[in-house]
């Protein structure tokens, strides 16, 4: 014999916080090699660029914008550089966005080392 009456069960609505995806977060390197109108020019309309993006993406933290007018030849003589790899290996950066690749350096080899440990450290680039 079936069981007429059902047994109705609420389930609370779970509070929207616990739905919340925690945001990445996203940093940007802007490199020119030297100090021209022009080349600070495209370095402006970079961090415009990234700052731009990076804030228009609710997904996403804004991790800092990081720029350097240096060559790509000397890794110690970018400062914001060297900054921005001290934050990846605290933790407090995701994904860093660029141009390309080649402003983390001139080198292809010390270029590769850092791209090496940054997937190490789980960063994208």
Excluded at 37 to 47: A, F, R, T
Excluded at 92 to 100: A, C, E, R, V
């Amino acid at each position: 014999m079936i069981n007429k009456f059902v047994e109705i069960i609420e389930i609370p609505v779970k509070p929207k916080e616990f739905f919340s995806i925690p945001k990445l977060k996203v940093a940007a390197y802007c490199r020119v090699s030297k100090n021209t109108e022009e080349l600070l020019n495209s370095l402006d309309i970079q961090k415009q660029h990234y700052e731009s993006l990076i804030t228009s993406n609710p997904f996403w933290e804004n991790a800092g914008i990081f720029t350097d007018i240096a060559s790509g030849r000397n890794m110690k003589a970018r400062s914001d550089f060297q900054k921005m790899l001290k934050a990846c290996h605290k933790g407090k950066i995701n994904i860093i966005l660029t141009k390309s690749v080649s402003r983390f350096g001139r080198n292809t080899l010390d270029a590769l080392k850092i791209l090496d440990k940054l997937r190490e450290l789980g960063i994208d680039v």
